[in-house]
Each structure stands twice: as C-alpha cells, then as structure tokens.
C-alpha cells in the first residue's frame, strides 16, 4: 500500500465536485461555530445583566424609583427593555389618555398588547442563527456523505483502469474517500448538540421574560395604585375609583 495515501493525497486528487463539497463543510462548520461562540458569550452576558436588574426591580420601593434608574443607565438586556417600554407606556397613557389610537381600550389592553410585543421581538433576537446551525447539523452529514460517494466512484473507475484490483489497491482510495463522511459527521455534531442546548435556553429565558411580563403588568396596574396613598401624585397611579371621596 502506497504510504503516502492520506487526507493530502486525497485532496490532491480530487476533482472540482470533490473540492467543493469540502468548501461546503468548511463554511458550514466555520458558520456554525461563529455561532455558537458568538451566541454563548451573549447569552452569558444577557443572563448576568437580567439577574442584576429583576434584583434592583424587586429590591426598588417604587416604579418612580425604576423609572428614575431605567433614566441614569440604558436597558442591556431583555427585561430592562420590557420594564423600560411598559413604564413609558403607562406615563403616556396618563398624560394623553385615550387620545392615541395605540392607547384604545384602555391601559390594561395597551400594556398588553405593548409586552406581548415586546416578547415576541426577543424571541426572534434569540433565535437569530439558529437557523443555519439546524441546517449544519442536518445537511452535514449528507453532504460529507456525498462527498464520499463521489470519492468511491472516481476510485474505483482509476482502479479499473488500471487494472489493479488487488485489496491493497482498492482499500487506499476507498478509505481517503470516507474521510469527507468523517468531515460531514465533524461539522453536523456540534451545530446539532449546540442547535438543542440554545434552544432549551431560550424556551426557559422566554419563559422567564413572559412570567416577568405578567408581574409587570400586575405592579403597573394594580400594585402601584393599591401601595400609593390617594394624595400621592404620580404619573403611573390610575384615576380614583368612582364615587370615592377626595
């Protein structure tokens, strides 16, 4: 057997279809693990800048003191952007009441329909390249197979000319060309273990974002009405009820 058979042997002697097919994996495989770096350190970062916001949330006395902290340091992260927008839907609301077409039926259907929103544009933030790592993690192996297909064939065609067909001469090329199956399989495992591991993270940060959501709602309009004396002047405490005494 020739010693010198090997991955470089292979790639000297493939043909434009072979030479493609490995550019193919080597970009979905350079694409995929783009991502997946990429997406693992913003997933960190955003984790640790919720925790330490929904701390300072529930730790403040008041959505006039959130308000007030939203105002000296941007949202960086999902739920500061939902506190953030909600907040400044409700200050609208008070000060033009129902003159706003967005604001139509009221403050409870307008925070509503603003978090519901609110949630689905972080949903298709996180999914942003999932996309390609699923079809890495399908198409991979197909394509390296492919590969490996085309490579046996071109073997055995040389073979035949040749007229060689003893094992040491057949077992070479034929095992070269398995390598593009190996490749395919190398490419498509982490796209697919990293495609299932962000998408159970985002279910459960989704999750957290819509729960988080429902209490916000809550504190907005009836939690701060009920904490707030009627005295109290206050851009998000909702009119007195009807027939109550001034």
């Given at each position: 057997?020739d010693?010198?058979?090997?991955?470089?042997?292979?790639?000297?002697?493939?043909?434009?279809?072979g030479?493609?097919?490995?550019?193919?994996?080597?970009?979905?495989?350079?694409?995929?693990?783009?991502?997946?770096?990429?997406?693992?350190?913003?997933?960190?970062?955003?984790?640790?800048?919720?925790e330490?916001?929904?701390?300072?949330?529930?730790a403040?006395?008041?959505?006039?003191?959130?308000?007030?902290?939203?105002?000296?340091r941007?949202?960086?992260?999902?739920?500061?952007?939902?506190?953030?927008?909600?907040?400044?839907?409700?200050?609208?609301?008070?000060?033009?009441?129902?003159q706003?077409?967005?604001?139509?039926?009221?403050?409870?259907?307008?925070?509503?329909?603003?978090?519901?929103?609110?949630?689905?544009?972080?949903?298709?933030?996180?999914?942003?390249?999932?996309?390609?790592?699923?079809?890495?993690?399908?198409?991979?192996?197909?394509?390296?197979?492919?590969?490996?297909?085309?490579?046996?064939?071109?073997?055995?065609?040389?073979?035949g000319?040749?007229?060689?067909?003893?094992?040491?001469?057949?077992?070479g090329?034929?095992?070269?060309?398995?390598?593009m199956?190996?490749?395919?399989?190398?490419?498509?495992?982490?796209?697919?273990?990293?495609?299932?591991?962000?998408?159970?993270r985002?279910?459960?940060?989704?999750?957290?974002?819509?729960?988080?959501a429902?209490?916000?709602?809550?504190?907005?309009?009836?939690?701060?009405?009920?904490?707030?004396?009627?005295?109290?002047?206050?851009?998000?405490?909702?009119a007195?009820?009807?027939?109550?005494?001034?």
């Amino acid at each position: 057997m020739d010693n010198t058979l090997g991955f470089a042997h292979f790639l000297s002697h493939s043909d434009a279809l072979g030479r493609i097919v490995l550019v193919l994996l080597l970009a979905l495989s350079v694409a995929s693990w783009y991502l997946i770096v990429t997406k693992a350190l913003a997933n960190h970062r955003a984790g640790r800048r919720a925790e330490t916001f929904l701390r300072q949330f529930w730790a403040a006395d008041s959505l006039q003191d959130i308000a007030a902290a939203l105002r000296q340091r941007p949202a960086d992260n999902a739920f500061a952007e939902l506190a953030q927008a909600a907040l400044d839907a409700a200050h609208e609301h008070h000060q033009h009441g129902v003159q706003k077409l967005a604001a139509a039926g009221g403050l409870g259907e307008f925070l509503t329909r603003l978090l519901r929103n609110g949630i689905d544009q972080e949903a298709m933030r996180v999914e942003r390249g999932l996309t390609v790592m699923a079809s890495a993690g399908s198409a991979a192996p197909y394509i390296g197979l492919f590969g490996t297909v085309w490579g046996i064939y071109h073997a055995l065609l040389a073979i035949g000319l040749s007229g060689q067909g003893t094992l040491d001469k057949v077992s070479g090329p034929v095992g070269e060309a398995l390598i593009m199956t190996a490749l395919g399989l190398a490419v498509a495992i982490p796209a697919v273990l990293a495609y299932n591991a962000f998408n159970r993270r985002n279910r459960v940060w989704l999750a957290r974002l819509d729960g988080f959501a429902h209490d916000l709602y809550t504190v907005i309009t009836v939690g701060e009405r009920a904490s707030r004396p009627a005295a109290v002047v206050h851009p998000l405490r909702a009119a007195p009820p009807v027939g109550a005494k001034g």
